[in-house]
């Protein structure tokens, strides 16, 4: 028995030894097809391929160089998943093309201002900048941080567009003359390219409003087709040559006291994509967002003393009645504005109460440090 009962420990401790090695078997196995899989599931992962178009001049600075930037991010955060090819005006669509190209899905993506759209979106123009508003600051927290961002997506949703906020300007100036402006009178007649609300308001003190994409502004000033433009500021206006067109740089930018840019993606193609891709775009975009208003503030300063101090430019300020005038005029479009459209008013109303709340505080912080500054 006892013999019988040591052959039969043997034999058991065998079979398990058997046993044991099968099921090391298969779990190498299964740990090598997971490796497989996994492999399998890298290599096959969908790359996504990108068009982008935009309103300005390839690779322009600042502005074109905006998009750029973006699709740059995009690339190396999801590791060359998505790649975004950015297309300069007119290459595929024309400058003010964009929108109708985003909408429609020829191009899945597009970075512009929204004022160019106030044809078809009276309340767009709130989100690129209105006549004596927010500041590139103040449109940045109130789009992120103050309902705005909603509303912008709310009324861009029937066209098929989620917009993102890509770049802004800062404080633009109020552009080239090839005579003085003393006061309204001088106003009257004067062709001059301005876009937006501004151009609204240019137009009921007398002038004539004209729409032109940047890349045509040089020859059109040069040529008379307008008596006068304005652009965005000193380093983007130098790059454009204008000090060698006009003698006389106006300020202050009235009509765009801080012009936000925007990234809008036809909203089919935007749902298709996975959930960390459109957080990279998101992302991207608010880096973006900040850098290209960083650039303005850090460039804007020395071209400016190179267009008055290398090239003679006369540096001058508008008269105080001048831009009394035309804030009376712009408040008035304004609410007008607001009277006729139910969205535009909806949209107005939200601008107005975070405009009227953020001056108040900035008349003791921003506003008072910068005259303590001065003084």
């Not at 770049?167 to 080239?176: A, D, K, P, R, V």
């Not at 969205?343 to 003791?364: A, D, G, M, P």
């Amino acid at each position: 028995m006892a013999g019988y009962g040591l052959c039969k420990i043997r034999k058991n401790m065998k079979m398990n030894k058997y046993i044991s090695l099968a099921v090391l078997l298969l779990l190498a196995g299964c740990g090598q097809s997971g490796i497989e899989e996994g492999a399998n599931t890298s290599l096959e992962q969908k790359q996504y391929n990108w068009r982008l178009v935009t309103a300005w001049p390839k690779n322009y600075p600042g502005l074109g160089m905006a998009p750029e930037r973006i699709a740059d991010l995009v690339e190396e955060m999801s590791n060359g998943q998505m790649k975004i090819t950015v297309y300069g005006a007119g290459e595929q669509v024309p400058a003010f093309g964009v929108f109708d190209a985003v909408s429609s899905g020829s191009h899945q993506m597009g970075h512009s201002g929204g004022y160019f759209w106030k044809g078809k979106v009276p309340a767009a123009q709130f989100f690129t900048g209105v006549p004596f508003g927010l500041t590139a600051d103040e449109i940045n927290a109130w789009t992120n941080r103050g309902g705005g961002l909603e509303l912008w997506r709310e009324i861009y949703e029937p066209f098929n567009i989620y917009p993102i906020p890509a770049g802004n300007t800062g404080t633009q100036m109020f552009g080239w003359f090839n005579k003085e402006i003393n006061s309204l009178e001088d106003i009257k007649g004067l062709k001059m390219r301005i876009p937006g609300i501004g151009g609204e308001v240019l137009k009921r003190a007398g002038g004539i409003p004209v729409t032109l994409p940047g890349g045509e502004l040089f020859t059109a000033l040069q040529t008379g087709v307008i008596d006068a433009t304005e652009w965005v500021g000193p380093y983007n206006d130098l790059t454009f040559g204008f000090q060698q067109t006009a003698k006389y740089y106006y300020y202050p930018g009235w009509h765009e006291p801080g012009s936000m840019l925007e990234l809008l993606i036809n909203k089919d193609a935007w749902d298709t994509l996975p959930k960390h891709l459109q957080v990279i775009i998101e992302t991207a975009s608010k880096a973006v967002n900040q850098d290209i208003l960083d650039e303005y503030t850090a460039r804007n300063n020395k071209a400016l003393r190179e267009l008055v101090d290398v090239h003679g430019v006369e540096l001058r300020r508008l008269p105080d009645d001048v831009i009394t005038e035309f804030k009376i005029i712009a408040n008035d479009i304004l609410e007008e504005n607001a009277a006729e459209d139910e969205t535009v008013n909806k949209v107005y109303q939200s601008y107005l109460k975070f405009k009227n709340e953020v001056s108040e505080y900035h008349k003791v912080s921003e506003d008072a440090f910068v005259e303590a500054r001065s003084n």
